[in-house]
């Protein structure tokens, strides 16, 4: 997986942009270039010239985020910026990921209550569900000097999609492996003994060493956040088992049910 264009999600209602700072340094580090998306929107009915207000807010948010690139820019990084009017912002947010090719989506994400995440679809479970590319969803953290990560995967579904989303899944981790600047760990929850996972392949497809791997008992979900913590984990990687239909509906996916549970950062994986 190649990351030439990220793309990061501005939050106008927020001065404070964890996800664009992280981005930042990530571009600078693998000479990424980085696309600013600003979408807004409000009420100008009765408006005279309702086209020409609409020009103008977006002229002005748009010098909001040129100001937000400008330091970026001065290191060297190169930039853009993209501004949109829609009402449906996360959905607005898919549509620019799609359109500029982008290789990830970054986006700062804050912790909602259960009552929210399930009266309301939230951005964040609009943009794990619908996008192409993966989804950095980035709290309010520092990083660690040197990073602490925890690839959740499950090897004993043999079904083609969880193969290849288990792949994916192992060969960023790899790549962060050999990059040198990561400890990496896996995780693997197993409902039952019957299904319980093989460490020696384990090993084997992630290259790891034996004590960097975690195969327990439990649900997903659970497995994963008491491994997360228990390692003090700044970054989850999990893959979207269920994106769409009913499953979606009636079950969710382990990176919906794990982002309010940590604190650090949860990267999802189509």
């Known amino acids: 997986m190649e990351l030439n264009k990220l793309l990061v999600v501005h939050d106008p209602t927020r001065d404070e942009q964890p996800a664009l700072d992280r981005a930042a340094v990530i571009a600078a580090e693998i000479g990424a270039s980085l696309h600013l998306f600003g979408c807004i929107h409000g009420d100008i009915s009765g408006v005279d010239r309702e086209a020409e207000e609409v020009k103008r807010r977006l002229g002005e948010h748009r010098k909001k985020l040129d100001a937000c690139l400008a330091p970026i ?11 949109e009017w829609d009402k449906d912002w996360y959905r607005a947010v898919v549509r620019a990921a799609a359109r500029n090719h982008a290789d990830m989506v970054f986006k700062s994400s804050f912790k909602h209550s259960s009552s ?25 953290t520092a990083p660690p000097d040197v990073p602490r990560i925890l690839a959740g995967i499950d090897i004993s579904v043999r079904t083609e999609p969880y193969e290849k989303l288990n792949e994916h899944i192992l060969e ?45 008992l439990g649900p997903p979900e659970k497995v994963i956040v008491n491994t997360a913590k228990a390692l003090d ?13 009913l499953a979606a509906m009636l079950h969710g996916n382990t990176a919906e049910k794990i982002l309010d549970k940590l604190d650090c950062n949860v ?3 189509p």
């Open 73 to 83: 820019a001065a290191t060297g990084v190169d930039t853009e910026s993209e501004v």
């Open 116 to 140: 929210q995440r399930i009266l309301k679809p939230t951005s964040d479970w609009i943009l794990i569900r619908e996008c192409l590319c993966p989804v950095l969803l980035v709290k309010n």
């Open 172 to 216: 960023f981790s790899r790549r962060l492996v050999e990059s040198e600047k990561a400890e990496v760990h896996v995780v693997n929850a197993f409902p039952d003994f019957r299904v319980k996972p093989d460490r020696k392949k384990l090993i084997e497809l992630s290259g790891l060493d034996s004590s960097r791997i975690h195969i327990k």
């Open 233 to 245: 984990a700044s970054l989850v990687i999990v893959g979207n088992s269920h994106r769409s239909g």
């Open 267 to 269: 990267l999802a994986m």
